[in-house]
C-alpha cells in the first residue's frame, strides 16, 4: 500500500501534486534527518569544504587567505621532507599490513578449528579483552618498553645479547621499526573477529566435502579457507592501507616524528605544518593530497574486486 | 550466527571422527593459543603486578608478583584521575547518547519514511565514510574554536556526535528495513505517527543493534587523543591526555613510576565495567556480520 502511495505522489506521473506539496507531505521525514544535518553541516562538511579549498590558499590563520593556485602542491612535491615521509610510510605500510592481516587470522584458523565450542568462546573472549585498555596505555607502555632500560634491553640482557641493547626510539636506524612491531604478537581483536565470522561463514557442506577429498590442515587452509575468506581479507587490506595512511598517534605519543624525520609519516608531516607552524594552507595542500592518495587506493581496492568477482 | 546448527551443539560429537584422542590431539592448539592469549595479555599482567610496587621494588624487578601490596600507588593515581575519569565519562557518555538517538532518528527516516530527495541526501551521508579524519581535523578545530565554547566538555561532545553519524545510519538503517513491514503498516492502521512508530516499534525490537553501534562508538571515543588535545582546556581534559601527562619529567603530575601503572590500571576500570556487561554485544555484533563496512 504504502508502494502505490509512493508512486501516485511521487512518480512523473504525480504531475497532480505540486512539487511543494510533496515537499510539505515529506516534512515528517526532514523533521527525522533535521538534527543529523545540522551537526554534519557544521562539523564535517563546512570543515572538509574549508579543507580542501584552503589547500590553494596562504592561509595563516590570522590574515584572511589569498588564492594563490597550485602553489602549495608544487612545494609538496619538491619538499625533501615530504619525500622521507612518504618513504617512511611506506615502509610502514609494507610491513604494517601483513601484521594487521596474518597472525590475527592464523590465531581465527586455530580458534576455529577446536572442536569444543565453549573453548572456542572462550579463547575469542580472551583475545577481546585488551580492548578495555585504552590504546594510548598500550603505547605508552611500549614507549617505556623500548627505553634504555626497558623491557626488551632487559630481556636482551636476560639473554647475553647486550651488544643489542640500545635506545631504540632515538636511535635513527631502529625507531621506524621499533614503532611499526610494537603490539607483539599483533593479534587484533576487531581482526580476528572479522575473519572468525568470514570462517563460520564457510558452509558446513563445503567444509565436509573438503574433509572427505583429504584436504586437511595447511592444504585447507590455502585451498578453501582462503579463497572463500576473500571479502574479509579485502576488508582488512583496505582497512589497513587506509590505517596505515592515517598513523598520526602513535607518531606523537612514541617520538613526535623524531629522531629527525627517521618516524615522520606525511600525516604527521601535515599536522604539524599546522598545530606548530601555523602554516595552514599547506598544510590543507598536503592533506589535500593524502586524501587523493586514499581515494586512488579505495578506487584500485575496487576495480580489482569487481575483476575478480 | 550464519551457522546456528554449529552454535546450538556446543559439544555435540556430531562427527563420527571424533574419539577420545580427539582432545589430545589438540592439546598442541590449545598450547600454541594459550601462549598467544598469555602474550595478547602481558602489557595487563604488567600493569597490574607493577601498579601493588613500591618504586624500590619496581625498580628492581618488573616482572614478578610484587611481595605486597601497595595500595598508596591507587591513592595517588585516583587524586590525578578522578577529575579526568568524571570528564571522559561526561564526553563520552553524552557523546555515544547523541550519536545514537540522532542517528536512529535519521536511519529511520531513510529506511521507512518516504520524502523527495531521499536517496540524495542518504548518498550525502554516504560519502561521509570516504572522508577521513584528518582531512577535516585542523578546520574542524578552528571550528569548534569559533563557537566560544572555552575548551569545555560540549566542545567535544558536539563534534562527536557529528562524526559518529554516517556509520551508525549506515548501521541502523539496514538493520530497520530488515524490520516486517506489517508491524508497520498495522500501527498505521491503528493511528499511529511516525514518531510513535519509530519510539514504540522500532526502537524495542532493535535494542541489540543499538547497544552494539553505542559500543563501536564509544571505544574510539574513548580511547581519542588528538580533538581533546587540541580543543580541550585544563580543567575539561581527559583521561587520556592525563595519562600523556603523567610520563615526562619528573613524572608529570602523579607521583611516581609505580602509580603511573596504577593509573593505567584506573584508566581501564569504566571499560571494564561496560564491557563486563555489553561484551556479547560486541562479539556478536561484529561476528553475526549485521556489522560490517
Known amino acids: 500500500m504504502s508502494m502505490k502511495l509512493q508512486r501516485s505522489t511521487l512518480g512523473f506521473a504525480g504531475r497532480r501534486v505540486s512539487p511543494l506539496e510533496r515537499l510539505w507531505r515529506g516534512r515528517v521525514g526532514y523533521l527525522f534527518i533535521l538534527p543529523t544535518f545540522v551537526f554534519l553541516g557544521y562539523f564535517l562538511y563546512f570543515p572538509a569544504w574549508v579543507s580542501l579549498s584552503g589547500a ?22 619538491a619538499d625533501p621532507i615530504m619525500g622521507t615521509a ?106 580476528l573477529l572479522i575473519f572468525y565470522a568470514g570462517l563460520q561463514g564457510i558452509s558446513s557442506e563445503i567444509r565436509d566435502a573438503a574433509t572427505l577429498d583429504g584436504s586437511v590442515g595447511l592444504h585447507r587452509i590455502l585451498n578453501i579457507d582462503i579463497p572463500l575468506c576473500i571479502p574479509q581479507f579485502r576488508l582488512m587490506l583496505i582497512l589497513s592501507l587506509l590505517g596505515s595512511a592515517q598513523r598520526l598517534v602513535e607518531p606523537i605519543v612514541m617520538t613526535n616524528g623524531g629522531p629527525g624525520f627517521a618516524t615522520t609519516y606525511p600525516i604527521l608531516y601535515m599536522y604539524n605544518t599546522a598545530v606548530q607552524e601555523g602554516d595552514f594552507g599547506y598544510s590543507m595542500a598536503l592533506s589535500f593530497i593524502l586524501f587523493v592518495v586514499i581515494l586512488i587506493l579505495n578506487g584500485i581496492n575496487n576495480a580489482v574486486a569487481k575483476r575478480y568477482q | 550466527m550464519s551457522s546456528p546448527s554449529q552454535a546450538q551443539q556446543p559439544t555435540a560429537p556430531s562427527k563420527p571422527r571424533k574419539t577420545k584422542h580427539g582432545g589430545w590431539l589438540e592439546l598442541p592448539k590449545h598450547l600454541t593459543l594459550g601462549l598467544l592469549v598469555l602474550l595478547t595479555l602481558f602489557p595487563i599482567y604488567y600493569i597490574i603486578v607493577n601498579s601493588f610496587k613500591t618504586v624500590t621494588e619496581l625498580a628492581t624487578s618488573n616482572l614478578n608478583l610484587p611481595s605486597h601490596l601497595e595500595w598508596n600507588n591507587y591513592g595517588l593515581a585516583w587524586t590525578a584521575l578522578q577529575l579526568p575519569l568524571l570528564n571522559t565519562s561526561l564526553i563520552v557518555g553524552a557523546g555515544v547518547l547523541g550519536i545514537v538517538a540522532l542517528a536512529a532518528l535519521s536511519a529511520y527516516a531513510f529506511a521507512r519514511i518516504e520524502f523527495p530527495g531521499r536517496n540524495a541526501l542518504f548518498v550525502l551521508v554516504f560519502a561521509l565514510l570516504l572522508v577521513p579524519g584528518f582531512l577535516t581535523l585542523i578546520p574542524l578545530f578552528l571550528q569548534i574554536k569559533k ?74 571515543l574513548w580511547n581519542d587523543l588528538l580533538l581533546p588535545r587540541l580543543v580541550l582546556n585544563e580543567q575539561s581534559k581527559t583521561v587520556t591526555l592525563a595519562l600523556l601527562s603523567f610520563t615526562g619529567v619528573p613524572m608529570g603530575q602523579i607521583g611516581n613510576d609505580a602509580a603511573i601503572n596504577a593509573g593505567y590500571v584506573l584508566a581501564s576500570l569504566p ?20 556489522v560490517k563496512a
Do not use: C
Not at chain 1, 59 to 68: A, R, V
Not at chain 2, 278 to 285: A, F, V
Open chain 2, 147 to 220: 563557537m566560544n565554547l572555552s575548551g569545555g566538555h560540549l566542545s567535544l561532545i558536539l563534534p562527536y556526535i557529528a562524526g559518529g553519524q554516517a556509520f551508525s545510519i549506515f548501521v541502523l538503517k539496514s538493520f530497520f528495513e530488515t524490520l516486517p513491514k506489517e508491524l508497520f503498516e498495522a500501527a498505521k492502521v491503528d493511528g499511529a505517527n511516525d514518531f510513535q512508530m519509530f519510539s514504540r516499534i522500532a526502537l524495542p525490537l532493535s535494542v541489540p543493534i543499538l547497544v552494539t553501534v553505542a559500543l563501536i562508538n564509544l571505544v574510539p
Open chain 2, 271 to 290: 571499560l571494564v565495567i561496560v564491557m563486563g556487561f555489553l561484551m556479547r554485544y560486541y562479539i556478536e555484533g561484529l561476528t553475526s556480520g549485521s
Open chain 1, 86 to 191: 612518504a618513504q617512511n610510510n611506506i615502509i610502514q605500510a609494507l610491513w604494517g599490513i601483513p601484521l594487521a592481516i596474518v597472525p590475527s587470522f592464523l590465531a581465527a584458523e586455530l580458534i576455529f578449528s577446536l572442536r569444543d565450542l565453549r573453548a572456542q568462546y572462550a579463547y575469542r573472549t580472551l583475545f577481546v579483552i585488551p580492548i578495555v585498555v585504552p590504546s594510548i596505555v598500550g603505547l605508552l607502555l611500549w614507549r617505556s618498553f623500548y627505553g634504555s632500560g626497558g623491557l626488551i634491553n632487559q630481556l636482551l640482557g636476560y639473554a647475553h645479547l647486550e651488544s643489542l641493547q640500545r635506545v631504540w626510539l632515538t636511535n635513527a636506524s631502529t625507531a621506524l621499526n621499533a614503532i611499526i612491531f610494537m603490539g607483539f604478537p599483533w593479534i587484533g581483536a576487531f581482526n
Open chain 1, 56 to 77: 590553494f590558499t596562504d592561509w595563516d590563520g590570522f590574515n584572511s587567505p589569498n588564492f594563490i593556485g597550485l602553489e602549495n602542491f608544487t612545494r609538496a612535491f
